[in-house]
């Protein structure tokens, strides 16, 4: 069974960065595509940025341009730069594992607690 631990969240004033981090145990991190989900409150979880394992990355618009998904598999872990922050940004971020089919990324039911992502002045 694979585990996801996330952190790296916090406040950030707009126009600031962070960097998330995941951490994945249990299982073949290599193996795993990997996505970035948000949920903001009264709002569905949307996936934000996925890396497969091949290195292949995809963006959701939102984020395109600011965000950057990588990947470090001698280290189990993904990760999500995010730059140039906006209030609309404000979310828990979840670490997510999954597969790719046509470069589109698909989530097992793999997820981590979550990190607090607020930005605001």
């Known amino acids: 069974q694979l585990q996801l631990v996330e952190s790296g969240g916090g406040l950030v004033q707009p126009g600031g960065s962070l960097r998330l981090s995941c951490v994945a145990s249990?299982?073949?991190?290599?193996?795993?595509?990997m996505g970035w989900y948000r949920q903001a409150p009264g709002k569905q979880r949307e996936l934000v940025a996925s890396?497969?394992?091949?290195?292949?990355?995809d963006y959701g618009d939102a984020v395109k341009g600011r965000f950057t998904i990588s990947r470090d598999n001698a280290k189990n872990t993904v990760y999500l730069q995010m730059n140039s922050l906006k209030p609309e940004d404000t979310a828990v971020y979840f670490c997510n594992a999954g597969w790719t089919f046509k470069s589109r990324y698909y989530g097992y039911d793999y997820w981590g607690q979550g990190t607090q992502v607020t930005v605001s002045a």
């Open positions: 249990g299982g073949i991190f290599s193996s795993y595509a």
């Open positions: 890396i497969d394992n091949g290195g292949n990355t």
